[in-house]
């Protein structure tokens, strides 16, 4: 990636994807480092209120990286304007989307400015210049480096005045659907105004996602893998009814919950393997334990195999755990979690159809309800004992 300096400050802009900058501006080592968070900008097809956030916050003396998200040349005098106004412009040929946006302006953050933090902002104007300062504040005030330090959230209130229907669904359905896959209350999920520690920017580098999904995924990743989430109250702004957002809500919601949704697909395949299984060996040897106990070995094989190297695939990459232990070298210990949680399951499914047929229950449908009974149950096991011990960070 190629960087140029705009001649009023000794910030610097970086060039198009494929648009080679002038050689005489391209400086041949990084900024100093700074102790100061830098504020990152993922900006696409911006109004008036991008330069404005940037003037406000250059004005400040704060370092600010605005990635033009593929806007294309319409929008130049909006990009150039914040150049002048002092921010690093990093300039994509093609809209790639918010997430691959952030990452690259979390590498730039590391090129340009080593050992400091980020704080992610929209350009929307939906984060007031207060909330920005509070956030990056807050996250100045963490102390010394370290891999306890937590993520910073700015967490929009619950106050439903001027916040438009789809926005208020959106974020309550994503709310409830994150405590269910992270285990952590969280009232919105959506926000785009975070503080990343400097130790945690390799982590957040990795995450994958190029668009909307990668917020939501940066939050799971967080919430399973041993890195807080500290959340500030920030006033809610919608402008003209949030018409300026490029949130999709069709394509987006589905991207935004594809993580959530992967643990359940691991499920319902388990399930659909577990029931076809038993119902074959019921059927051919009328033996109700012998039947459960198999189809249930088989099953958790495949909820294992599955969870473990696609649901958790990018933890056990180059992750470790509190003993500094791989993800291949985790593969015993998870084995054996795994079998605990999958053994007291099966005991209470066996249970749990034994009590309905009892009732009078025909035994397919004794087996459906209890094992939809026993859904929450064995994911929130898995979450905690088996997959929930990582640190999440990689080493790289």
């Not at 963490?142 to 974020?171: C, D, H, I, K, Y």
């Not at 589905?254 to 643990?263: G, H, I, K, Q, T």
């Not at 060996?281 to 599955?306: C, D, E, K, Q, Y």
Request: positive net charge; contains cysteine; glycine residues 12%.
């Amino acid at each position: 990636m190629t960087i140029s300096r705009h001649p009023a400050r000794p910030r610097t802009t970086a060039a198009a994807v494929g648009t080679p900058a002038a050689p005489s501006r391209i400086p041949t080592a990084p900024l100093p480092a700074v102790a100061a968070p830098v504020v990152v900008i993922p900006a696409l097809a911006p109004d008036s209120a991008l330069p404005d956030l940037v003037r406000r916050l250059a004005g400040r003396g704060i370092e600010i990286v605005v990635v033009d998200d593929g806007s294309g040349p319409g929008y130049d005098v909006v990009f150039d304007r914040c150049a002048v106004l002092g921010a690093v412009i990093a300039r994509e040929a093609v809209n790639r989307g918010k997430g691959a946006a952030l990452r690259r302006a979390l590498a730039l953050v590391q090129d340009l400015y080593p050992g400091a933090g980020v704080v992610t902002a929209d350009a929307d104007g939906q984060h007031a210049l207060v909330d920005v300062l509070a956030v990056r504040d807050r996250l100045m005030g963490q102390g010394a480096r370290g891999p306890e330090r937590p993520l910073v959230l700015g967490v929009r209130t619950a106050e439903r005045v001027g916040v438009p229907l789809r926005s208020r669904l959106g974020n309550a359905v994503s709310a409830a659907l994150f405590r269910l896959a992270g285990g952590v209350r969280l009232a919105d999920t959506q926000t785009g105004l975070r503080g990343i520690p400097a130790e945690h920017l390799d982590w957040a580098r990795s995450l994958p996602g190029d668009r909307y999904e990668y917020e939501t995924t940066m939050l799971l990743r967080a919430a399973r893998g041993g890195i807080g989430l500290d959340s500030i109250a920030i006033r809610t702004v919608y402008l003209e009814d949030n018409a300026s957002s490029h949130f999709r809500p069709l394509r987006d919601s589905l991207r935004v919950l594809a993580p959530m949704l992967a643990f359940a697909a691991s499920g319902l395949l388990a399930f659909a393997v577990d029931t076809g299984l038993f119902v074959a060996l019921m059927a051919a040897t009328g033996l109700l334990w012998p039947s459960l106990i198999g189809a249930r070995l088989v099953s958790a094989g495949v909820n294992f195999a599955v969870n473990r190297g696609l649901v958790f695939r990018a933890r056990h990459a180059g992750a470790t755990d509190s003993e500094g232990r791989s993800g291949r070298g985790r593969m015993l210990p998870d084995l054996l979690g795994y079998a605990a949680v999958a053994a007291l399951v099966a005991l209470g499914g066996g249970l749990g159809i034994d009590a309905l047929m009892a009732l009078g229950v025909p035994v397919l449908a004794a087996k459906v309800l209890a094992d939809l009974s026993l859904f929450c149950v064995s994911y929130a096991l898995q979450r905690a004992v088996v997959f929930g011990r990582r640190t999440g960070r990689s080493g790289a």
